[in-house]
């Protein structure tokens, strides 16, 4: 299965987003999905995950302003961003993970800049 992401941009601090991840194909059988980011000169971080049974967890940094959620209908997973930072500039990816297998999709930027 090969993952899709999309949504990234220019924003202003303050201003949301709302990135996607849409898989090839079922993602109903992933134990779990999320997103990681990756600023110039920085480690990739997670960013949080949903699992299966759709709970979900965030790195501090963003709790309370963003919200991943999935659509096993559509095969997409979301990252919705709110209250946007410039410290969340970064190339942000997505993953899942089934039956202890790693997949990662290409990345979309995300710049938050006035």
């Known amino acids: 299965v090969q993952l899709q992401a999309s949504g990234g941009g220019l924003v202003q601090p303050g201003g949301s987003l709302r990135l996607s991840c849409v898989a090839s194909?079922?993602?109903?059988?992933?134990?779990?999905m999320g997103w990681y980011r990756q600023a110039p000169g920085n480690q990739r971080e997670l960013v949080g995950r949903?699992?299966?049974?759709?709970?979900?967890l965030y790195v501090d940094s963003v709790k309370g302003r963003f919200t991943i959620s999935r659509d096993n209908a559509k095969n997409t997973m979301y990252l919705q961003m709110n209250s946007l930072k410039p410290e969340d500039t970064a190339v942000y990816y997505c993953?899942?993970?089934?039956?202890?297998?790693?997949?990662w999709g290409q990345g979309t930027q995300v710049t938050v800049s006035s």
């Open positions: 949903i699992m299966s049974g759709a709970s979900t």
């Open positions: 993953y899942s993970v089934e039956n202890g297998s790693v997949n």
């Open positions: 194909g079922s993602i109903f059988s992933f134990n779990a």
